[in-house]
């Protein structure tokens, strides 16, 4: 039976197997996965995504990249399409 601070939403299951070899249910914090690019896939460099506490007392533009498309793509997919966009335009 899990302590009574254990007993909340923001925590979840996780199995970990400890040193003996037994698998036991441990009760984690929750943290909300890193942003992906909608583009290609990849993992998104946010300024300030590695602290939980850090990201809920920064203010909204502090979170993420300050260009285009900041936040939503990758700056190497950004890059990619710009350069698309660009070559198109003048053919």
Do not use: D
Not at 66 to 80: E, F, H, I, L, V
Request: net charge positive; charged share 25%; proline share 7%.
């Amino acid at each position: 039976m899990p302590r009574p601070g254990q007993l909340t939403r923001s925590r979840a299951n996780r199995t970990v197997k400890t040193p003996g070899g037994r698998t036991t249910v441990h009760r984690r914090k929750i943290y909300t996965t890193q942003g992906t690019c909608a583009i290609s896939g990849a993992k998104l460099q946010l300024p300030r995504s590695a602290n939980q506490e850090l990201r809920m007392t920064s203010s909204h533009s502090a979170r993420r990249p300050n260009r285009p498309y900041g936040g939503y793509a990758s700056s190497k997919a950004t890059r990619r399409s710009i350069i698309r966009a660009t070559r198109k335009l003048h053919k």
